[in-house]
């Protein structure tokens, strides 16, 4: 269980900053349409951002940044908050 959980934060991780105090909750429950059914509770700190190509826009989390000007200081600001 505990590698499913640090494999889940693996790809998580790409996107999202994960909350590190917090531990992942997975939750396993037998369906009778769907056969075993896995719930699982990541806790996020921040969301990442990234270049959205078919707005042709940035976005951290749900907000679009069109600008470069913004769209760097909102970069440096996250590179420097992974460096501390």
Do not use: H, R
Not at 2 to 20: G, H
Request: hydrophobic share 35%; aromatic share 10%.
């Amino acid at each position: 269980m505990e590698e499913m959980k640090q494999k889940i934060i693996d790809v998580v991780e790409q996107y999202v900053e994960v909350d590190e105090d917090v531990p992942v909750d997975v939750k396993v429950k037998d369906d009778v349409k769907f056969g075993t059914v896995y719930g699982i509770t990541v806790p996020v700190s921040k969301v990442k951002a990234e270049f959205d190509a078919e707005n042709e826009a940035y976005m951290i989390g749900a907000q679009f940044v069109y600008d470069d000007e913004t769209w760097e200081e909102l970069k440096q600001e996250t590179e420097e908050e992974e460096e501390d």
